[in-house]
């Protein structure tokens, strides 16, 4: 259908008569070319010269969709635009390109999200000019909560002779089941369409993506990573998809990294070189990805920062399965995360901070409260209707971008009795997808039962889901370990919390700040003056606690102080140590010390300068969701 545009716009461009000199070979030339600044000039000049000119607002109608990404003034233009051509409905063909104005407000009014409005233009198109474009209505059907009559219309139009509209039907039938979670029937129908569009050689970066989103769903990791990476080789700057963001989420809920940065750099690459219209639609999206992997690697003040920045500026979902309160969930569940974070960093900081510093720790420590008071009211009142609780519960949903790892602390958001009873419900469950959840919710229960300090009740649940979580889930790994090692440890299993506690920093270094959890540890020093207040000031911090399990050392050799922490069998899991000559006095050297081996071992050992985390955030403009053919 989109392939059509360019012709129909040849064909049914008005003559010059109709718009005085205009040369409108040379304005399609502009529009086709993208020299939208230019094309923009044009329509001024035609508006100045006559401000009715149906022409004038026509163009720039365009220049703000495609080149400003201005919906609402593109809307404004283009509705000018076409009631000055239907006031003279007998020579509509004759004067203007009636129909390019539709097509144009037809793709305008769903980004907008004017699903009513859609559905009439694609009616007034086949009315006018005989042209069947109703296959794209079953997006709009889907949105709009019409799931019956959108597949039927969809499988009347999946049986097409008609090559675009068959792929179309395809695409959003796949998208229609993914939404309802029937997972098997969507990935069955994006493999139709896959397999007939490499047997055609026209592999899109979308259909391997939306693909790629339904192989996710059903656990199957190596599938959709192998899709997305396919995808990555088709790219076309019209495409609603950047597979590098799923990319990225996929990498880092994996723990693998290093490559999720790359994604990134990739992911704002991919953007920049897409149309405007795209590069807006996916602004909000592709810096929340971003936030997430910055929250992984221990950069998580900075992913606050990007995070605050997009909180008034969500992105519209026209062209995406997702709806604009499932958007705004997980958008606040994430800088829910990262407040958090940011609390448990400041409360760690007191633990060494000098006196003069105190009073703006505790302002800021009263402000992160409020906000996260707003933001839990907030999200309360969005999952009030029972399906959005069950929604954001289950894993891998349809629509969702929480990454698993970070999914189970939205308890936190919600009092435990509500999680819990529907937790339980999901639980007792049959099938197929009660199966596959399974693990997943059985963390998520295990984690609610030890914030009710239930520990007996919850480690059966934990255990099981350590045995039949898959392995790839290696953040979410980590997350359940150090919940196992809590639980353990209340009940008085020492040694085992021990192994499971090693397990979860392993895994992950920031878990513990992420659960607010402390490290039991043995205390040890030589006895120097800096050695005795390094071990005062960590003995404040709320990460570590005197138990058995670690051994957390501190002396003074060399001219450098330096504390390790390890295993009771010797082996040293960090350590970190600086130079006593560059302090006037034990203090300052116990606080940089202090500082340094939270920042060791509470982080992986990744370190990025300030050039590297602003590449990251692609400040330039730059889920779970499928997204339209």
């Keep these: 259908m989109r392939r ?59 220049a703000m969709y495609r080149g400003e990404t201005n919906l609402p003034l593109a809307y404004h233009y283009l509705g000018r635009a076409r009631a000055l051509v239907e006031r003279d409905s007998f020579v509509i063909m004759d004067t203007f390109p009636h129909m390019n104005i539709l097509l144009e407000m037809e793709r305008v009014v769903r980004e907008m999200e004017k699903y009513e409005e859609h559905l009439d233009i694609i009616e007034e198109i086949s009315l006018w000019f005989g042209f069947d474009f109703h296959v794209s209505t079953g997006w709009t059907l889907m949105k709009m909560g019409r799931y ?28 229609l089941e993914h939404m309802l979670e029937n997972y098997e029937e969507s990935f069955h129908w994006f493999t139709v369409l896959k397999t007939e569009l490499a047997g055609r050689g026209n592999l899109s970066a979308t259909v ?62 991919w953007n920049r070189r897409s149309s405007p219209v795209i ?13 997430i992997l910055l929250m992984a690697v221990g950069y998580d003040d900075k992913a606050l920062e990007i995070l605050r920045v997009i909180l008034n500026r969500p992105d519209r979902r026209g062209a995406t399965s997702s709806s604009t309160e499932q958007s705004e969930i997980e958008l606040l569940h994430l800088y829910r995360e990262a407040l958090r974070l940011r609390r448990e960093r400041l409360r760690e900081e007191a633990s060494w901070a000098e006196i003069a ?22 999200l309360n009142a969005l999952l009030m209707p029972r399906d959005r609780l069950s929604w954001i519960l289950r894993p891998y949903t349809s629509n969702s971008i929480s990454t698993e790892w970070l999914r189970p602390g939205l308890r936190g958001a919600l009092r ?33 039962l030890s914030a009710k300090a239930d520990y007996a009740a919850a480690l059966p649940y934990l255990l099981s889901a350590r045995a039949e979580l898959p392995m790839e889930e290696v953040l979410l790994r980590a997350r359940l370990e150090a919940l196992i090692a809590r639980a353990y440890e209340r ?47 960590l003995g404040k911090s709320p990460r570590f606690h ?84």
């Design 208 to 269: 391997l993506k939306n693909r790629a989103e339904a192989a996710w769903s059903l656990l199957r990791f190596n599938e959709a990573e192998s899709d997305l990476l396919l995808a990555a080789k088709y790219f076309h700057p019209g495409s609603y998809s950047n597979p590098w963001r799923s990319l990225v989420l996929l990498y880092t809920g994996e723990g693998r990294l290093s490559e999720g940065l790359s994604a990134v750099r990739e992911m704002h690459q």
């Design 279 to 291: 590069e807006q639609q996916h602004w909000n999206d592709c810096r929340q990805a971003v936030a």
């Design 357 to 378: 510093s105190r009073p703006a720790t505790v302002l800021e420590r009263l402000k992160i409260a409020r906000e996260l008071w707003v933001v839990d009211r907030r």
């Design 546 to 629: 005197k138990g058995y399990g670690f051994l957390l050392s501190v002396e003074t050799a060399g001219g450098r102080l330096t504390a390790r922490l390890s295993g009771l069998d010797g082996s040293t899991l960090t350590q970190a140590s600086v130079s006593g000559d560059e302090f006037s006095g034990p203090k300052p050297a116990a606080r940089m010390l202090s500082r340094e081996i939270h920042r060791r071992a509470f982080a992986p050992k990744i370190d990025l300068s300030q050039s590297d985390i602003n590449s990251l955030d692609g400040a330039t403009i730059t889920g779970s969701t499928v997204d339209f053919f």
């Design 491 to 537: 009940r008085g299993d020492l040694e085992s919390a021990a192994v499971a506690y090693r397990n979860a920093i392993e895994r992950d270094p920031g878990v513990l700040r992420s659960l607010d959890f402390s490290l039991p540890v043995i205390f040890a020093d030589d006895g120097s003056a800096a050695a005795r207040e390094a071990v005062r000031f």
């Design 4 to 62: 059509l545009l360019p012709i129909l716009l040849l064909l049914t461009l008005c003559s010059g008569s109709a718009a005085g000199d205009l040369d409108l070979k040379v304005v399609k030339d502009l529009i086709d070319t993208g020299r939208f600044v230019r094309l923009r000039e044009i329509a001024e000049q035609e508006l100045r010269s006559d401000k009715n000119s149906a022409v004038g607002n026509y163009l720039m109608g365009v």
């Design 148 to 175: 019956d009559e959108a597949r039927s219309l969809l499988l009347r139009y999946a049986d097409s002779e008609d090559p675009e509209n068959r792929f179309s039907a395809l695409n959003t039938l796949g998208a």
């Design 416 to 448: 435990n009795g509500p999680v819990l009873a529907e937790l339980t419900s999901l639980l007792a469950r049959s099938g197929v997808t009660a199966d596959r959840e399974r693990p997943y919710l059985q963390s998520a229960l295990g984690e609610t």
